[in-house]
């Protein structure tokens, strides 16, 4: 990849061996890129990548619950993250549940794509269009539907 991307890396207490691991596994493509994370995750992501000899630059926030999610949405926000990981632990409440909401709707709304899971994560940093020159994503249209409109822009690609 040509690109250097900035990537978001979040991960719950019960998601963190998962990111980990996915930061192992993903070395050699991640040693080429620079990150932002959320307290604990961004000192195991730092060791993790460490370990394998790749010393990128980390920018740590703070702890999720403490607002790190929240910093990092003001980031996405500003259009100074390309991509966000964030492992969620969907099987136990979250005390800051508000500011978790708040980061991935502020990717949706801002076009920022975001993984919640490994799979998604795996397919989303191989992807082809991150260099692609002549890929432009297409901005979300927040705006009531009309079937007139819709069918007009059918037909322009046709």
Known sequence: MKRKLRIA????DNRKVDIIDWV??????LSHHSFVCTGTTGSLVKEALASKGVHPDIQIMTSGPLGGDAEIAAMVVRKEIDLAVFLIDDLNAQPHEADIMMLLRQCRVHNIPI????????LMITSNLWDDDEYIPMNPHYERFDR????ANIKKYM
């Open 115 to 122: 993984a919640c899971n490994r799979y998604s994560a795996d």
């Open 9 to 12: 890396l979040v991960a719950h």
């Open 148 to 151: 007139e409109k819709h069918e």
């Open 24 to 29: 192992i596994y993903n070395s050699d493509f």
